[in-house]
Antibody, heavy 119, light 109 residues
Framework: EVQVVESGGGLVKPGGSLRLSCAAS????????MSWVRQAPGKGLEWVAR??????????DYAVPVKGRFTISRDDSKNTLYLQMSSLKTEDTAMYFC??????????WGQGALVTVSS | EIVLTQSPGTLSLSPGERATLSCRAS???????LAWYQQKPGQAPRLLIS???SRTTGIPDRFSGSGSGTDFTLTISRLEPEDFAVYYC??????????FGQGTKLEIK
């Protein structure tokens, strides 16, 4: 059974930092491209960041609004994905979903981690 | 950046009716890189269709996808009560790699 479980969400002040984790199981994590997708309250879906598998170079890509502030990484020995978020802004308030990709689609999703940026 | 525009914003239909949801791209999208998702309140999105027309395992055959170039369609042939949700299209491109449409809310009339 596939499981994707996010953790690390919470309340943080503007300018602060937070690290999200995503524990995955039930599929071959090491061969899977992984992404973070977020959804602001009452809004649509927004892709945030992607990391390819190490066999495909392990390269990363970021959406323009988070580039330079967020860092996506992976620990294949732990089947875990991370999102380090710094210089957080109020507009980063959202549910953050960890997703496993399959042929450029978001195939498996976690239930999300809520990040609230507020003073 | 490829912008996806979904229409209508809200679609009000009754169970048993046919639903047709549109996704229009600002530039041509390879059919292999167009997907549809369903999201219910309080839940994560669920992949329905990939490659514009291929149903994901376990998705009922009343869901079908079609289209090419800049115009894509998700059709639900006969609506069941559990189909009322928000639907998003998504494409894979170059920069940024992925974009979503703004969503179509399918509500019970």
């Amino acid at each position: 059974e596939v499981q994707v479980v996010e953790s690390g969400g919470g309340l943080v002040k503007p300018g602060g930092s937070l690290r999200l984790s995503c524990a995955a199981s039930g599929f071959t994590f090491t061969e899977t491209w992984m992404s973070w997708v977020r959804q602001a309250p009452g809004k649509g879906l927004e892709w945030v960041a992607r990391i390819k598998s190490k066999t495909d170079g392990g390269t990363t890509d970021y959406a323009v609004p988070v580039k330079g502030r967020f860092t996506i990484s992976r620990d294949d020995s732990k089947n875990t994905l991370y999102l380090q978020m710094s210089s957080l802004k109020t507009e980063d308030t959202a549910m953050y979903f960890c997703t496993a990709e399959n042929w450029y689609t978001f195939y498996y999703w976690g239930q999300g981690a809520l990040v609230t940026v507020s003073s | 950046e490829i912008v996806l525009t979904q229409s209508p914003g809200t679609l009000s239909l009754s169970p048993g009716e046919r639903a047709t949801l549109s996704c229009r791209a600002s530039q041509s999208v390879s059919s292999g890189y167009l997907a549809w998702y369903q999201q219910k309140p309080g839940q994560a999105p669920r992949l329905l269709i990939s490659g514009a027309s291929s149903r994901t395992t376990g998705i009922p055959d009343r869901f079908s996808g079609s289209g090419s170039g800049t115009d894509f369609t998700l059709t639900i042939s006969r609506l069941e009560p559990e189909d009322f949700a928000v639907y998003y299209c998504q494409q894979y491109g170059s920069s940024p790699p992925y974009t979503f449409g703004q969503g179509t809310k399918l509500e019970i009339k």
